[in-house]
């Protein structure tokens, strides 16, 4: 059995199935090359049957990707598999991957077919999708509450019919590390074929069990997990990628494999993908959290200044976490601002979009005296971009916050390609500046979730906000980030905005709803 832990992230597909997580395909390709430049080896790009949006970011991710295989999803039908095969097209090493539900309440209920036509079905698939690329992945979706007996005869049939990964999904999150674990033996000690084959998990996080799943499937025989930055994906999310890389990595004494990453960029693409998706890091989440290395307690202090392995089973910098650094202030230059941010890895596709960066970082620095890498990197994600497409436009705010008084907002937007202006009072004057942008765009959405984080520590940090809207079932996050966390707040308002005029109506195929 291979001593290699293949590594498959599904961030940009079952992650952007978390409520609210839908991100553009420019913010998909900006994690696609974090993912790559961590030495993910396979990208699960996105679902190209679900919407024009999903098949263009599977296209461009596919276009820009060269060291990682670049995937694409598709239910074990025709049409799902050849638009799946045209997305992918471009990639220098492409995959498909089908699924078909197996358990008895999923082919009853769902699909309502036979046990046979299941079997029938995804042998079909396999064969279709080999047709466009030799390396398929195939899914008996809920394969955790389904027979042993029926899975065993499913997947014997589709590795004769040429699929190389075999994916074992815990759909409902239902199982048990033990359970799941046997379940994984079992399938390779019976099936006749399964030495031709990889077998992989892919585990759900409804009774927090996502990580502690994958492991045990590990530990016997499974050599691919599919994972995601943060742990996002439906309902309680997958299992995280980063604990089940450092929990392989850190007890290389109980698992006879180990992964190729470079854990070094997980905090970079945990901090990214919590930017775009506006969904905040809880402070005390393993790895990538605030607290996670942080040391409270006198004893503990005293213990790791004395000797760091009294308490710490890891170390900080292996995952990415460095000492804020002082980068740039006030009087840097272009280049010098160009070189760090290449150093950040974060590089610019024209002189135009380095030109507004830069613009962008200098308006900053006269207002924040400090610079910090966390700033920089908000200047090129939701939070910090502007761009010319956007319909809606912050021209100005100005808030009026008093003891005793009610708070006014007055505002002025940009709408197309006329100025608007508009005063409202409000709670507070968050609340009255939401009123105001209101009162112009007269959007009727219903504002869901409005959140503030710290990017870095001291009281001249930017403020980084994420407010989520609501629109006839379209729901999108906003960021802005700002020394103002009023400012922030409206930017983020306004991003929220225009990114609902942009967001497509998706279908979750998955769920059977296309
Ligand atoms: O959870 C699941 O079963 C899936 C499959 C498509 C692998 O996401
Ligand atoms: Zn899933």
């Not at 060291?67 to 045209?86: F, N, T």
């Not at 046990?115 to 466009?132: G, L, S």
């Amino acid at each position: 059995m291979s001593d290699k832990l293949i590594i498959f992230d599904t961030t940009l597909r079952d992650g952007e199935q978390s409520p609210g997580a839908s991100m553009t395909k420019d913010e998909k390709v900006r994690i696609a090359k974090s993912l790559e430049r961590m030495r993910v080896d396979i990208i699960e790009a996105g679902f190209p049957i679900a919407s024009q949006g999903d098949f263009a970011a599977v296209k461009a991710v596919a276009q820009e990707i060269k060291d990682s295989v670049v995937c694409g999803l598709a239910r074990a039908l025709d049409k799902d598999i050849d638009i799946a095969g045209e997305a992918l097209k471009p990639a220098q090493q492409g995959r498909i991957h089908t699924f078909i539900a197996t358990s008895p309440i999923h082919m009853k209920m769902k699909l309502r077919m036979q046990p046979n036509q299941v079997v029938e079905q995804a042998i079909r698939a396999v064969k279709r999708a080999r047709k466009f690329t030799d390396n398929v992945e195939f899914s008996p979706e809920d394969a955790g509450r389904s027979e042993l007996d029926f899975l065993c005869r499913i997947i014997e049939a589709v590795i004769d019919e040429g699929a190389s990964t075999i994916n074992i999904p815990d759909t409902v999150g239902y199982n048990v590390p033990d359970q799941f674990g046997r379940l994984i033996k079992n399938l390779i000690e019976k099936i006749p074929n399964a030495d031709k084959a990889i077998f992989s998990v892919h585990c759900h996080n409804d009774l927090g069990l996502a990580v502690a799943n994958s492991l045990s499937a590990v530990m016997n025989g499974a050599r691919q997990v599919e994972c995601t930055i943060n742990g996002l994906g439906e309902r309680a999310g997958n299992a995280s990628l980063e604990e089940v890389v450092m929990a392989v990595k850190t007890r290389k004494d109980v698992f006879a494999c180990a992964s190729t990453l470079d854990t070094t960029q997980i905090v970079a693409s945990s901090r990214l993908v919590s930017s775009i998706t506006g969904f905040a890091i809880q402070p005390n989440k393993a790895i990538v959290g605030a607290n996670a290395f942080a040391h409270e307690s006198g004893i503990h202090q005293d213990g790791v200044l004395k000797n760091r392995e009294t308490y710490e089973i890891m170390l900080a910098e292996d995952v990415g976490w460095t000492a804020n650094k002082m980068v740039l202030g006030k009087h840097s230059g272009r280049n010098a601002f160009r070189s760090r941010m290449k150093e950040l890895s974060i590089e610019f596709k024209s002189e135009e979009e380095l030109n507004s960066a830069f613009f962008r970082f200098k308006s900053l620095a006269d207002r924040k005296h400090d610079i910090f890498d966390e700033d920089l990197q908000a200047l090129v994600t939701g939070a910090g971009l502007e761009t010319d497409n956007e319909e809606v436009k912050l021209i100005a705010l100005k808030v009026c916050s008093e003891t005793g008084e009610v708070p006014k907002a007055a505002i002025t937007l940009r709408v197309n390609a006329g100025e608007h202006s508009a005063e409202a009072t409000g709670g507070g004057p968050v609340d009255a500046s939401f009123k105001a942008i209101e009162c112009i765009v007269k959007s009727a959405t219903k504002l869901q979730l409005y959140s503030v984080n710290a990017i870095t520590s001291g009281t001249d940090a930017q403020g980084e906000v994420t407010v989520r809207l609501e629109k006839s079932g379209r729901v999108v996050n906003g960021q802005g980030a700002d020394t103002d966390i009023v400012i922030a707040s409206a930017k983020a308002y306004i991003n929220a905005l225009n990114k609902l005029s942009q967001v497509e109506k998706k279908s979750h195929p998955q769920r059977g709803d296309v």
